[in-house]
């Protein structure tokens, strides 16, 4: 009602009654345009031989085209760090979907309250620890040094050398894989463990009277109750196949391997922040940019087709 | 009396008793469960005893799962450096006004948002979709925020993550439940938005404004990226990027810990004592990573809820 009257009015007497609201979202406004529309459109210095001393912003820089793309096309480094962007979100992927889903499901069978609690507890903790942290904690765990956990429990098994771990690249996607199932799983069963629990207590009292066993109350009723969810977030995590945690990987990165274990994120900083190659990491920042766009987009596409929701 | 006992009886027999197969999973399960509370807790606990170690003995090994030689100097080194004291300052500083500012940008956002009617609503909220799917490399980044003079601030911290699109929303869909009569009768008594915001929207909010303030708590508190990336200057460093310094960086040195300032404190004695470089890495992983394993489990409910209340919109 009141909203029609407000539709139908003038926009300068909108104003001078609504204009606290203008003023509500102004500064969410400003932060946006200030920090996500200028860095967007400053992607334009992947197209330009940039100088940040050239002029307001740098803009008065030479114009270059295509020239820094065609420069990455044909950059040696170019396709192992796509393949490995790709490679490692696959792993990340591949792994950190099912463990919080697995680990939901068994915590849901676990019959003492406390001991549910309590696990829960601790799973949930690595969650609010950064991963400077878990990278530090990972260290002393494959390191040779005699504290080096890993290392000491072969040599108690009865191994005579120390294995140097974070020499190879190799072992990365492993250390990769462990650490996020280790600091996200828990955390992520949450919302799954909300799923089951929004489960209707009759369906289980049903399938008792049926003479159903809790594997096949698990198999009729929790696991098409939950499906849905699963689904949906499943749908999600493919928007990630060609984003790499940068903190993740940026932590775990040793000297030993760094440069086989860069995906383009880490390269970027690199080669832009670091050594100041502006234009040049630009240009593949900006690559990176396009694709993960585009399969975003692609997702929410297909959320929305599937399940009704996209990411808002 | 007889009648009902018997299914009831059969009922609470099938709830209670379990056969082998359930016993053997139940027990397999818990088994689970403490290993992998286990693989999570260990390392933490290990890093934990070896900085409560004396530091030349630590380096002799054999170190499992108890301190060999107790010992607080490997704390007394960190928790007395002025660096790791005013990181703490910083952190603390950040982590304040930080969740403080998100809380207020996105909150009067989210309220304006929830006025369907308002012209150029649609647009704005548009504007603000458009960056969650394209946006700047860290290079970008970068060459705006030295543009704008905001490396080395102390406003890089907190003024360009403020606006959390995802943040707002979620407040935005809580703000909703809110019967709109009160806003009405409010409004009847003269009330402008401003205070129906800070009289109205906000007290009854509590439970969102809470989860907003937590999860943008943590987020500070965590970060390290920004500050690497964007502050060199000693006097502004956070503590996660103080404990990579430490840690990471610059295997062998303590740089981080012994430059100039803290070499008047008298630490340099301890150093030549029983520390060693990697005690003193081990207590500052504690000394940045205990307060918040303490705070958690107070809030861990807020928490769980907060997930939940943003999961709803997904």
Avoid at chain 1, 84 to 92: A, D, L
Avoid at chain 1, 217 to 239: E, R
Avoid at chain 2, 177 to 196: H, N, V, W
Wanted: include cysteine; hydrophobic fraction near 50%; glycine fraction near 8%.
């Amino acid at each position: 009602m009141q909203a029609g009257a407000l539709n139908k009015r003038r926009f300068s007497s909108v104003l001078s009654t609504e204009w606290p609201l203008y003023l509500f979202l102004a500064p969410a406004v400003v932060v946006t345009i200030l920090f996500a529309y200028l860095p967007m459109f400053s992607n334009i210095i992947a197209f330009m031989d940039y100088n940040i001393m050239a002029g307001w912003m740098g803009l008065a820089s030479p114009w270059a085209g295509f020239k820094n793309f065609t420069k990455m096309f044909h950059d040696e480094q170019f396709w192992p760090l796509v393949w490995r962007t790709f490679y490692y979100s696959v792993v990340r992927l591949v792994t950190g979907q099912p463990a919080p889903f697995i680990l939901a499901l068994l915590i849901n069978e676990v019959r003492n309250r406390l001991f549910k609690r309590t696990v829960q507890t601790i799973f949930y903790l690595p969650h609010f620890v950064s991963w400077v942290t878990i990278a530090s904690l990972a260290y002393w765990f494959l390191t040779t040094d005699t504290s080096g956990v890993l290392n000491n429990v072969r040599q108690v098994l009865g191994a005579q050398n120390r294995i140097i771990y974070m020499k190879f690249p190799s072992n990365f996607p492993w250390v990769l894989a462990i650490t996020g199932i280790i600091k996200e799983a828990g955390w992520g069963t949450i919302i799954y463990l909300a799923a089951i629990s929004g489960v209707d207590a009759q369906l289980y009292e049903a399938a008792k009277i049926d003479g159903a066993g809790r594997w096949k109350q698990f198999v009729h009723v929790t696991f098409p109750s939950i499906l849905p969810t699963t689904v949906i977030l499943l749908i999600f995590s493919f928007g990630g196949l060609f984003a790499s945690n940068f903190d993740q990987i940026y932590n775990l990165q040793n000297p030993m391997i760094k440069y086989d274990t860069n995906t383009i994120n880490v390269y970027v900083y690199y080669t832009g922040v670091q050594s100041g190659k502006y234009s040049a990491a630009a240009a593949l920042g900006l690559f990176q940019g396009v694709i993960n766009a585009t399969i975003m987009l692609g997702v929410n596409w297909f959320a929305k087709k599937v399940s009704g929701h996209g990411f808002f | 009396m007889s009648t009902h006992s018997q299914p009831m009886k059969r009922l609470k027999g099938l709830a209670i008793k379990r056969s082998v197969g359930e016993l053997i999973f139940d027990n397999l399960n818990i088994l689970l469960m403490v290993a992998f509370a286990f693989m999570t807790l260990y390392p933490f606990w290990y890093i934990l005893i070896l900085s409560l170690n004396e530091g030349k003995d630590t380096t002799m090994g054999g170190i499992w799962f108890w301190p060999r030689k107790f010992s607080l100097d490997n704390y007394a080194f960190v928790i007395l450096n002025p660096i790791v004291i005013n990181a703490y300052k910083i952190t603390i500083l950040r982590t304040v006004s930080g969740s403080l500012l998100t809380l207020l940008v996105c909150g009067l956002a989210a309220y304006a948002l929830t006025k369907h009617a308002l012209p150029g609503r649609n647009f704005v909220i548009t504007m603000f979709i458009i960056p969650m799917f394209i946006g700047g490399s860290i290079v970008s980044y970068y060459v705006v925020f030295a543009k704008l003079g905001m490396l080395n601030r102390f406003w890089v911290y907190i003024i360009p993550g403020c606006f959390s699109f995802f943040q707002m929303i979620i407040m935005r869909t809580f703000m909703y439940t809110i019967p709109p009569s009160l806003e009405e009768s409010a409004k009847i008594d003269g009330a402008g938005y401003f205070r129906i915001f800070m009289r109205i929207i906000v007290p009854l909010s509590m439970p969102i404004v809470a989860t907003t303030l937590l999860f943008s708590a943590v987020g500070h508190w965590l970060d390290f990226y920004t500050n690497m990336v964007f502050v060199g200057k000693r006097s502004l460093m956070t503590l996660q990027y103080l404990l990579w310094l430490v840690v990471r960086a610059q295997q062998g040195s303590l740089n981080a810990l012994t430059e100039e300032k803290a070499m008047g404190t008298g630490n340099q004695g301890l150093l030549r004592q029983q520390v060693t470089p990697e005690s003193i890495r081990m207590a500052t992983i504690m000394v940045v990573t205990l307060p918040i394993l303490f705070i958690y489990p107070f809030l861990q409910r807020y928490f769980v809820k907060g997930v939940l209340i943003g999961s709803v919109k997904e």
